[in-house]
């Protein structure tokens, strides 16, 4: 009964702080049509990135260095570094109903810089730019939490440094969608670190769809709905006088 209780705290704080609609503040970072790495040729794959995350920024594989180009302006370096011609930008997910514990973002027109830093270029929009954001989630483990992409160009998104989502290469809107119990088998519940790396490099559209039931964390300060916690010790009330009716 213990053991159970502390997990049932354990699970209430990190719900408590997913109440409400989550908002992600990350780095817009501006870049030319270079021909190369920005309008360059069409390529579309996995395993362009190592699996893990050791800095601020994925690094290239063999494969991906054979395909992106890592000199010039645009170089594939200076993607989610470059400190020139950036901009912070938030997204915020929206629970999809109420009570869902699903969580979703969706942009079919994903253009966070028209007309600023670099400009359009003499185009409708600015289209080439790449947007990273670091944060951190809550992981509960067991409960088959998971997070959705679909969008264009290259994703990635990493989770305790690990490569979950990998989507690399200039293409129309592709989805992939990963299970947390899966990629962090044998991890406690707890808080992990969270990194999210984008880019639109080709003039056609910008697509950024995220679904998750990931408990992503709110920004510095933000309190939880009090309606929602009273829902929230509620059901893990019962959840605990259950058990404890079993045992008996």
């Known amino acids: 009964m213990k053991r159970f209780l502390a997990a049932t705290f354990a699970t209430f704080s990190c719900l408590t702080a997913f109440a409400g609609a989550i908002t992600l503040t ?3 970072r501006d870049f030319n049509s270079d021909g190369v790495n920005f309008e360059g040729s069409l390529t579309s794959g996995s395993g362009y990135v190592g699996s893990t995350l050791s800095g601020a920024s994925p690094t290239l594989t063999a494969l991906g260095s054979s395909v992106i180009s890592n000199s010039g302006a645009g ?5 989610y570094t470059n400190t020139a011609n950036s901009t912070s930008h938030s997204i915020t997910l929206n629970e999809t109903f ?3 514990g699903v969580y979703q ?4 027109n994903f253009f966070p810089i028209d007309g ?4 359009n270029q003499g185009r409708a929009h600015n289209y080439h730019f790449t947007y990273a954001i670091a944060s ?3 992981y509960i483990q067991g409960a088959g939490q998971t997070f959705s992409f679909t969008g264009d160009d290259d994703v990635w998104v990493y989770f305790d440094k690990q490569l979950g989502i990998d989507l690399g290469g200039v293409h129309g809107a592709q989805s992939q969608t990963v299970n947390l119990d899966t990629l962090m088998a044998g991890k406690a519940t707890g808080d992990y670190s969270f990194d999210f790396f984008f880019a639109e490099r080709h003039t056609t559209q ?3 769809l995220i679904t998750t039931s990931l408990v992503l964390r709110d920004p510095p300060n933000a309190v939880p709905e ?3 916690i009273a829902l929230i010790g509620l059901s893990l009330v019962g959840l605990a006088v259950a058990r404890r009716r079993k045992s008996a």
């Open 26 to 28: 990350g780095t817009v």
């Open 98 to 100: 109420a009570g869902s």
């Open 206 to 208: 910008s697509n950024l």
């Open 105 to 108: 973002y969706t942009n079919n």
């Open 75 to 79: 170089a594939f370096s200076n993607w």
């Open 136 to 138: 951190t989630f809550s």
């Open 226 to 228: 009090p309606g929602s």
């Open 116 to 119: 600023a830093l670099l400009g």
